[in-house]
């Protein structure tokens, strides 16, 4: 959350609101194909107290996906729920890499706020400075010649 109180009574598109024949008729499915996907795990909506389904407008929008993949496409409702799986899994990933692309930003940031504070802390006035000047000298290096031995 972005740390602001949300309003209790906010719809949002996860917000369980539809009873079962509402969903049906929003997502063109009858009503015992909703309890049959529920039953599958295609579709999971949330549960009253008294046990009742209640959908969201995600769940009627997955209801029209799961019938587009079977009607449209010919998929089976294993291959469905297979589908659902890996999408959803792909969506926690992809969530997953953005926190840690996040953190990696934040501490690269602190490095570098980090590294400032060391460079400044330097006491410049031990490190003498002086200034090398380039000349065309060339310096020869001759040995000294050995001495006999004694």
């Known amino acids: 959350m972005d740390g602001r109180r949300r309003n ?9 609101v ?5 969903a049906a008729q929003l997502s063109g499915l009858h009503p015992q194909t909703l309890r049959q996907y529920d039953r599958l795990g295609l579709v ?5 107290a008294g046990r009742g389904r209640r959908y969201s407008a995600r769940d009627i929008e ?4 799961v019938q587009q993949l ?5 998929i089976n409702l294993a291959g469905i729920k297979r589908i659902i799986e890996l999408e959803n899994q ?3 990933l992809q969530q997953r890499v953005a926190e840690l ?8 940031v602190a490095m570098q706020q980090r590294e400032a504070q060391v460079h400044a802390s330097y006491r410049r006035d031990l490190v003498p400075y002086q200034d090398v000047q380039q000349t065309g000298a060339l310096v020869v290096w001759r040995p000294k010649p050995k001495r006999p031995m004694d």
């Open 44 to 48: 999971s909506p949330d549960r009253t």
């Open 70 to 74: 079977s009607q449209d496409e010919g």
């Open 101 to 108: 692309s996040a953190a990696v930003d934040g501490a690269a």
């Open 90 to 92: 792909v969506a926690a």
């Open 62 to 65: 997955l209801l029209r996906t």
């Open 18 to 22: 539809y009873v079962i024949s509402i």
């Open 8 to 16: 209790p009574y906010q719809l949002t598109d996860e917000t369980p």
